[in-house]
């Protein structure tokens, strides 16, 4: 349920949330449960028990946090079922197609954040407006989150389970060798304020940097870590699309670009094999990496990493991924269902969450909750990984979010500056592809 970039990318972030357990306890990935399309919604549980049904992509966590357990504890006469399907690729279409014939629909369905502006710019009518279910406020969730699944009648179809606020994790081993400072004060302090100062950081890694090492994973991880941290990106409020001349856009690509160009990157596209062997061989220094990425970064850096390396802050707050749970109007027990959504996603369960899943909530009241406030990663050397992404998400800008963000973002990355970095495309050749290739597929 993180998705970036790349279509394939979709279901490994999906799974990558099994890992986020890393980030305090450093468990294994795990499966949710068996694929398949959302079951009908309602029916009686037996005994008179209301069956409540959840249907969800990849290992969404909820179920692994134990949260479904402690609700039917909490609420004896509900019995929670959930469905997933692995690829969200494969369920979105199938949970616009149910929601079309108002049948096959799960009391309550998760949506992906790449889908929700679709999803509420195109099917607030057939979903309930959960913002006037009893216990939600709104002032729990932060705004920028809140905005994303309410549209311009004032309707909130969905409410945020988690969100990816963003830093820079990084080897203090390989920071130390190229006589570059290694605490995570004076590292974030490098680049303060100014994704410029990152790449400025850069060349001064690669002047003494250690054989064989780079400084960042690569050149469209850290454009889409920039165009994460901008209010303004691929569409604008009336919902044109203006990422081509959108200066934010520009800037995040001529910076990715002259990271290539310098010889910063390690050529990688994330989320490959030869991406998880950069992370073993200690190939790269720096990637910009979500709350939820601590666990995937320590699975594949495994033990010889631990203790090297740390987090500090992004130059700019940024944000990459998050998923929304919402209730069709076709259901047969909404009441229910929208109550389930409320306690699900209110502070106390989202910290459970994160404390169980890693997945950092999207509830801003939850930030002062022990769980959070407090939580440290052992392996990134006891890094107070609750401060710092609190902090990253409470700085994220309120961002337009675009029906066909992913596709834009996708080619702008998978087409564009891959070339660029991989086989030394010029920029402005690998922008004229990307934007190509973006035009077809948007049917311009």
Known sequence: MRTRTRSSRVVVLAAVAALGAGVLAGCAQDSEGPSGSATSGGGDGGKGKTTLTVGVFGAFGLKEAGLYDQYMKLHPDVVIKQTSIERNENYYPQLLTHLGSGSGLADIQAVEVNNIAEVTATQADKLVDLGKTDGVRQDSFLPWKWAQATNEAGRTIGLG????????????????????????ASVGALWAGDWRKYLDAGKKFKAKAPKGTAFVDSASGV???ITGSEANRFYDKDGKVIYKTNPAVRNAWDIAAEFAGAGLTAKLQQFTPAWD????????????????????????????????????????PSNWGGSFLVVPEAGKHKKEAAELVAWLT???????????????????????????????????????????????????????????????????????????????????????????????????
């Open 161 to 184: 389970t988690d969100i990816g606020p963003e830093g820079i994790c990084y080897r203090k081993d390989l920071f130390a060798a190229a006589g570059l400072p290694s605490d995570r």
């Open 223 to 225: 454009m889409a870590a």
């Open 277 to 316: 062997q950069g992370y073993a061989n200690a190939g790269f220094a720096t990637v910009s990496c979500p709350a939820w990425m601590l666990g995937y970064i320590q699975d594949k850096s495994g033990a010889a990493g631990k203790g090297k390396w740390d987090v500090a802050a992004a130059p700019k």
């Open 346 to 444: 209110a502070p106390e369960q989202q910290a459970t969450f994160f404390a169980k899943r890693g997945s950092f909530p999207s509830s801003q009241a939850a930030y002062a909750l022990p769980a959070v406030s407090g939580a440290k990663h052992e392996y990134f050397g006891n890094a107070p990984i609750g401060e710092i992404f609190s902090a990253a998400a409470q700085g994220v800008p309120v961002q337009i979010v675009g029906p066909k963000d992913l596709i834009i973002a996708q080619n702008l990355a998978d087409v564009g500056m891959l070339q660029v970095d991989q086989k030394g495309t010029s920029s402005k050749d690998g922008w004229n592809a990307a934007v190509k290739a973006i035009d077809n597929a948007l049917d311009q």
